[in-house]
């Protein structure tokens, strides 16, 4: 991404507008946007360009939770009582308007995009592209070639056991401005543990951003904290 448009909301828009373009046919925008679908298409192709009072209004309606959680739902997928999220992880063009969903409401400030080690490095790469910021991954070993971690640990609930999580010393550093992103939250002790360790490096939060959250545990886990948590869809299993 070209810094100089990082942060220009009519960029935003126009992005916006191409990557709901290949999940959406313009008649379905034109519904949406309550636009015609010539004055989409002129936006798209750059034949134009929206000016800042068009451009916000278009980041706002595309970044929503109703427009977005409505995709979520015809890429989740319930497999015995289990919620799937395989071809939301898998479908590039959603997981980049996901990212504009972070960024629209938990950015732009932001240092650090946190995740754990595996299926929350896709986004969270996104997220930290789009703002320009540094990504830190939590792993579940020990780097090899890192010169010193923290480490956090926590109680699993499936299976029930002890889970440990290191972070590269250089990784999160004090009074870094600190975005979580995860895939899907379930239990929320993930988080509640990263936020920990984020506290004890003298960090400061700035939010907690999933896509998916799955029953009401993690409400009750990240109860201290649900100020600043954002979930696009919550479903129940």
């Known amino acids: 991404m070209d810094a100089r448009y990082s942060k220009d909301v009519r960029y935003h828009a126009v992005e916006l507008l191409r990557l709901y373009r290949h999940l959406m046919k313009y008649r379905e925008l034109s519904e949406i946007l309550n636009l015609p679908p010539p004055a989409i298409w002129r936006y798209v192709t750059l034949r134009i360009i929206p000016n800042y009072e068009r451009a916000e209004n278009l980041v706002k309606v595309l970044t929503s939770r109703e427009v977005v959680s409505g995709l979520l739902r015809k890429y989740i997928r319930f497999r015995d009582g289990a919620v799937d999220v395989q071809e939301v992880l898998s479908n590039v063009v959603l997981m980049k ?10 950015g732009p400030e932001v240092d650090t995009v946190l995740t754990v080690e595996l299926d929350g490095v896709p986004l969270a790469t996104l997220v930290s592209e789009l703002f320009r910021s540094k990504l830190a991954v939590a792993r579940k070993g020990i780097p090899i070639t890192s010169k010193g971690v923290y480490e956090v640990e926590y109680m699993s609930r499936d299976p029930p056991s002890i889970v440990r999580l290191y972070i590269p010393y250089n990784g999160v550093r004090k009074g870094d401005r600190v975005l979580i992103v995860d895939d ?54």
């Open 97 to 106: 308007i996901l990212a504009y969903v972070a960024y629209q409401y938990l």
């Open 184 to 237: 899907i939250i379930r239990s929320g002790r993930t988080s509640a543990a990263l936020v920990k360790l984020i506290r004890s490096v003298g960090a400061t939060l700035v939010g907690i951003f999933s896509p998916i959250a799955v029953g009401g545990e993690w409400v009750r886990t990240l109860g201290e904290y649900l100020d600043r948590v954002f979930v696009v869809l919550r479903v129940e299993t």
